[in-house]
């Protein structure tokens, strides 16, 4: 794909395309939130692993039994909880962190409690008394205990396990007792949603939830379904089709609203400003989206280039060019802007990297394993940027392979970083597909900065920090990129020596 930098509209419209977001429920190429990398290890039987095999392989006792298993999905029943073992152990043996089975025993336990009183007819007694947690720290002993208990109430209530699922609800508990921002469970729905390469929807992107409120639209895509509805940015998604979103996370969400071009959804929103909930019928349509931007400040010689996400090899191609047309064209200063990038390739993120390193500062991180070897991230310095000045500019929804990114800048001195802290979520997960096409995905490896320091949990913090609040969106105001175009006159104006 051919790269190219083009004059920036005036300061006023720059703002409408420069906005703190992250999770699209437009149209067009998904690239998703998380790094993947392979996993060298064995296959068990009734699982499949992308993007390689992760070793869940179980005792011949408590072997999955793949025929079975397939026989209950055709027939739309409940995982059996040897299919939950496959799970449980790929979370003992493939976690990054060592992980205590009685943690996932006790999530699971929790789980499925709560399907049960979910629902107040249905018998509480069912549930033996020592599935409340009661274990011994022997991982398989103890999966024995709650299987047993799993497998009984999926038995005597088979219709109620088809409708609620209390598989899927044990599944997800195991994998949030993690805490973990890589590491999460997808249904069968929702994980054919999220691995579509194209999708259709409604145009905008939100932002992650903060302080218990709603997602917010943080930008609504040109041409596109949200853009003639009447829908505005700063808006926050409280429904979808009349379900309450509350407590959901950014990608069900998503998931939600995508669908089949040409279908209808319902969007309510909360509006600052406005009593009541508002509500938007949509008829979802694919919607293209830039994923990299490139512009020039209107007489001046500054650069602005938007990396919405590290998708593949085409988004190296266009970094680097446009990064050359600057070099080219003698551009003095660039603003950099990584806000809403959820990260993606990490070999589009180090292919990318090289056009602002020399040879001095060539690894912009460490990949660490479970082992805590750590394997060192090596770019290609090429030195696009020819001593221009620099300004990253990134947001609490940038994250994963756009926080090493900014952190390897950062600390090597070359750039300055403004907005807000960042997500602190990254790492390097695996996908293990249960029978029931399912899916439970586990963080294998985490990354550390060049200097050593922690990115998972903690994040990359700014040296300038800038609040953008849901009044600036409603507002077409972006003091973040404010601040970075200040920043960078600044520098390309400063005396020199």
């Known amino acids: ?70 026989s209950a999905r055709l027939r739309g029943e409940s995982l059996s909880s040897t299919d939950l073992y496959t799970a449980y152990r790929a979370i003992l043996e493939t976690y990054v962190d060592p992980v205590d089975n009685t943690q996932l025993i006790r999530a699971a336990a929790d789980g499925l409690r709560q399907g049960l009183q979910e629902n107040p007819t249905l018998p509480l007694l069912t549930l033996p008394l020592q599935l409340a947690g ?13 299987g047993d208990a799993y497998d009984s109430v999926v038995t005597k209530m088979p219709d109620w396990a088809q409708q609620t699922h209390p598989d899927w609800t044990v599944l997800r508990s195991m994998a949030d007792s993690l805490h973990d921002g890589h590491t999460s469970f997808m249904t069968p729905d929702e994980a054919k949603r999220r691995n579509e390469t ?26 596109s379904p949200a853009a003639s509805s ?19 996370a950014v990608g069900d969400i998503a998931t939600l609203i995508r669908g089949q071009p040409g279908t209808q959804v319902r ?84 292919g990318a990297a090289g056009g602002f390193f020399d040879a001095n500062h060539a690894v912009i991180g460490y990949q660490v394993d479970r082992q ?12 696009l940027l020819n001593g221009a000045a620099l300004v990253v500019l990134v947001d609490r929804d940038s994250a994963s392979g756009a926080e090493i990114f900014a952190a390897a800048l950062q600390e090597a001195e070359i750039a300055t970083l403004v907005g807000s802290k960042t997500a602190g979520n990254v790492g390097v997960a695996t996908q293990i597909t249960l029978p029931d096409d ?60």
């Open 372 to 383: 805590r070897r750590q394997t060192p991230l090596q770019t290609q310095p090429m030195n």
């Open 198 to 223: 194209s999708f259709a929807g409604i145009g905008v992107l939100m932002s992650r939830p903060q302080d218990n409120q709603p997602p917010l639209i943080a930008e609504i895509f040109p041409n």
């Open 438 to 497: 399912s899916v439970l995905q586990v963080t294998e490896q985490r990354f550390v900065s060049p200097s050593g320091a922690q990115l998972d949990g903690v994040g990359v913090t700014p040296e300038v920090q800038v609040d953008l609040t849901d009044e600036d969106l409603q507002n077409d105001r972006d003091p973040q990129l404010g601040k970075a175009l200040e920043i960078i006159v600044q520098k390309i104006t400063a005396p020199q020596g």
């Open 134 to 146: 009661a274990t011994t720290g022997d991982a398989d002993k103890d999966w024995q205990g709650f």
């Open 230 to 248: 009447g829908l505005k940015r700063g808006d926050r998604i409280i429904a979808v089709d009349g379900q309450d979103v509350s407590g959901r």
């Open 1 to 70: 794909m051919q790269s190219s930098l083009r004059i920036l509209r005036p300061l006023a419209v720059i703002c409408l395309f420069s906005l703190a977001a992250c999770t699209p429920a437009g149209g067009g190429s998904s690239s998703g939130n998380r790094i993947v990398t392979p996993a060298p290890a064995a296959k068990p039987s009734g699982a499949r692993t992308t993007p390689t095999p992760v070793d869940t392989s179980a005792p011949a006792a408590a072997s999955p039994a793949s025929s079975a298993s397939t």
């Open 267 to 350: 969007v309510q929103v909360s509006r600052l400003g406005t009593p009541d909930p508002l509500e938007f019928t949509m008829k979802r349509a694919l919607v293209q989206v830039e994923q990299v931007i490139g512009r020039q400040v209107p007489n001046a010689p500054i650069g602005y280039l938007k990396i919405r996400s590290f998708g593949d090899a085409s988004t190296v191609d266009q970094v680097l060019g446009i990064l050359d047309q600057g070099r080219q064209r003698g551009l003095k200063g660039w603003v950099i802007d990584l806000r809403g990038n959820p990260g993606g390739s990490l070999n589009a993120v180090i």
